[in-house]
């Protein structure tokens, strides 16, 4: 059985403040790992693929890294802003195009002005 | 940009009613999926579909759901006999063919047995 797990589950975070949390995850048969924002009522918003250990992406004030020797990955907002407001989840696949993502529970992120 | 879109985006039904959530993946993508999340829980996988057949199911996915792709542009996931346990927000994404293929996915169908 697969598992991915997110830490924290919330954390709340002053404007202009930087953060990061965790995605662990199992090293075996690793093949790729995402990252999604998820806004209430929208869709998941696809924000990272990553695939190779050491792989490090950037988009925005948003980047991820990635340890697939230890099975994990950290996603850090620097200057967060309200809009970075979200819960971000972290899934996990062990193959190419066509399997399964298994899912985190999630880290809800609150920015406050 | 193209988007995944889902209808309706709230569905209450009785139990033991046949419910049908639709989806409309990206049109040149090839995978397309349903995925779950009951209220507090992780979102969980349930069925793949690749030329028109099931890829892959997971357990949740028993003789009571099924899939399909009827016209080409659809995908829907069918529930024959709701039950309580099958209230969720239920997922649709779609993925094109690639070495690592970000999944698109939809807004959810809130669905609510009663």
């Known amino acids: ?113 | 940009e193209p988007e995944v879109t889902q209808t309706p985006s709230h569905q209450v039904t009785q139990m033991g009613q046949e419910v049908i959530l639709r989806c409309v993946p990206i049109s040149n993508h090839l995978y397309f999926y349903w995925y779950r999340q009951i209220l507090g829980q992780k979102v969980e996988f349930l069925v793949s579909f690749y030329n028109n057949e099931i890829s892959e199911k997971s357990e949740i996915f028993d003789d009571q759901f099924s899939v399909e792709r009827p016209d080409g542009s659809n995908f829907t996931l069918k529930i024959r006999s709701t039950k309580l346990e099958d209230s969720a927000m239920y997922f649709c994404a779609s993925t094109t063919q690639g070495p690592s293929p970000e999944q698109y996915f939809g807004p959810g169908t809130r669905l609510t047995v009663t």
């Not at chain 1, 589950?9 to 403040?17: A, I, K, P, R, Y």
């Not at chain 1, 075996?28 to 490090?56: I, Q």
């Not at chain 1, 230890?70 to 996603?75: C, H, P, R, W």
């Open chain 1, 1 to 113: 059985i697969l598992n991915v797990e997110q830490s924290p589950q919330s954390l709340h975070v002053q404007e202009g403040d930087s953060t990061n949390f965790t995605c662990s995850f199992p090293s075996s048969n690793f093949y790729a790992l995402h990252w999604y924002r998820w806004e209430t009522a929208k869709s998941p918003e696809a924000l990272f693929v990553m695939t190779l250990n050491g792989d490090e992406k950037k988009k925005g004030r948003i980047s991820a890294t990635l340890n697939t020797k230890e099975g994990y990955s950290y996603l850090y907002i620097k200057g967060s802003q309200p809009e970075d407001s979200a819960t971000y989840l972290c899934a996990f696949s062990i193959k190419a195009a066509g399997n399964k993502l298994t899912f985190g529970g999630g880290t809800r992120v609150l920015v406050k002005p």
